[in-house]
């Protein structure tokens, strides 16, 4: 296998390059939560721990973040700055790339005055395997990759009266022609669950595919697509999931 999930991680490991990916930190989140009067105590520093944790298990060397790394869409308060610091302090002196999401702008600036100096792109290829935010359309050459690992969708899985973060891997269809001229006809699509623990996702239910373009259009096959809890166990196929919601 060229990626793995991490085991009641929600990250994965690109196993050849040994890079553990992770995305949607949604750093200072909960800042705005504390707004309306919820408030979590150390919420960064312990998602960062849960980070180093991640990557010591999993044996990595570097790390890929796949965007939303920010809460605000574009400048960030002081409060906000303040939480980056002590996120990127934390995990200095690892090897870090970033991809951009739609909530990182101005981030390769934001990192800059908080010392943080690391490559920022809206995709990245590492051995096999294109990880991209997954707002926005992938590139050709990601598409002729084996798998194509995108966040954004923030899904989830209902169950036993509760949510909780779920994988997704799908198939490519053949609609993906009307925009590629070539792409890897065993391409799967992964969707990795949010790594801030204050965001458990959207459960997968008739409206789930809409999150992603190449989901909304077909391009990779929802209904039949195999979903996997945060231990990494088989869960179902989304469609007999939603037909449950629906139920």
């Known amino acids: ?48 721990e849960s980070l180093l944790d991640a990557y010591k298990r999993s044996g990595a060397k570097s790390i890929a973040l796949l965007g939303d790394i920010k809460e605000s869409v574009a400048s960030p308060p002081p409060a906000e700055y303040r939480e980056l610091k002590t996120f990127f302090g934390a995990i200095a ?11 990182d702008g101005g981030l390769e600036k934001v ?17 096999g395997a294109a990880l991209t935010h997954g707002n926005s359309w ?13 966040g954004h969708g923030h899904y989830a899985l209902a169950r036993n009266g509760a949510l909780e973060k779920a994988w997704i891997v799908a198939k490519v269809t053949k609609l993906a022609s009307k925009k590629y001229a070539s792409y890897n006809k065993n391409i799967r699509l ?10 458990t996702g959207s459960a997968i239910g008739p409206r789930a595919k809409e999150y992603l373009p190449v989901l909304r259009n077909g391009f990779f096959e929802f209904e039949k697509a195999e979903v996997y809890d945060i231990a990494g166990k088989p869960a179902g196929r989304a469609g007999s999931i939603m037909q449950l919601i629906q139920d």
């Open 1 to 48: 296998m060229l990626v793995s999930f991490i085991k009641n991680f929600p990250a994965l490991l690109i196993r050849r390059e040994r890079v553990l990916v992770a995305g949607d930190l949604h750093i200072g989140m909960h800042l705005r939560l504390r707004e309306k009067g919820f408030y979590f105590q150390k919420a960064t520093e312990r998602m960062a």
């Open 93 to 103: 002196g690892i090897d870090t790339r970033i991809v951009k999401g739609n909530h």
């Open 111 to 127: 990192l800059a005055n908080i010392g943080f100096k690391v490559p920022v792109s809206t995709e990245l290829i590492i051995d």
């Open 138 to 150: 992938p590139s050709a050459r990601a598409m002729v990759k084996r798998y194509l690992v995108v």
């Open 190 to 199: 992964i969707t990795v669950p949010s790594f801030n623990p204050l965001i």
